[in-house]
């Protein structure tokens, strides 16, 4: 059973920056892409980034790219997002996700057959 568990959010102020983990375990990373999801206060997820662990290229969302960056150690089955220039609307509970390959958008859940718990994210001043 594969298990997936974020760590790394906080509280931030605007134009700051947060690198958060999604430790994997019960199965090797290399076998599977890992996405990032996010969900703020009455809203539905919405989808962040997605990587192939075995070295494909990674997908981001229009909201994100050039802030964010996703990328994997698979010596330490462990994925980062590491998110820079916050701004207040990134404020939302990250999830992790594990698929067998990115889907063509990320904002694809069905794909995702494990999700951790999430970690909260703050933008504020």
């Known amino acids: 059973q594969l298990q997936l568990v974020e760590s790394g959010g906080g509280l931030v102020q605007p134009g700051g920056s947060l690198r958060l983990s999604c430790a994997v375990s019960?199965?090797?990373?290399?076998?599977?892409?890992i996405g990032w999801f996010r969900q703020a206060p009455g809203k539905e997820h919405e989808g962040v980034s997605c990587?192939?662990?075995?070295?494909?290229?990674?997908d981001y969302a229009d909201s994100v790219k050039g802030r964010f960056t996703i990328d994997t150690d698979n010596a330490k089955n462990t994925v980062y997002l590491q998110m820079n220039s916050l701004k207040p609307e990134d404020t939302a509970v990250y999830y992790c996700?594990?698929?067998?390959?990115?889907?063509?958008?990320?904002?694809?859940?069905?794909?995702?057959?494990?999700w951790g718990q999430g970690t909260q994210v703050t933008v504020s001043s």
């Open positions: 996700a594990a698929a067998w390959g990115c889907p063509t958008g990320v904002d694809v859940k069905s794909e995702y057959d494990y």
């Open positions: 019960g199965s090797t990373l290399e076998y599977h892409a």
């Open positions: 990587i192939k662990a075995n070295g494909g290229s990674a």
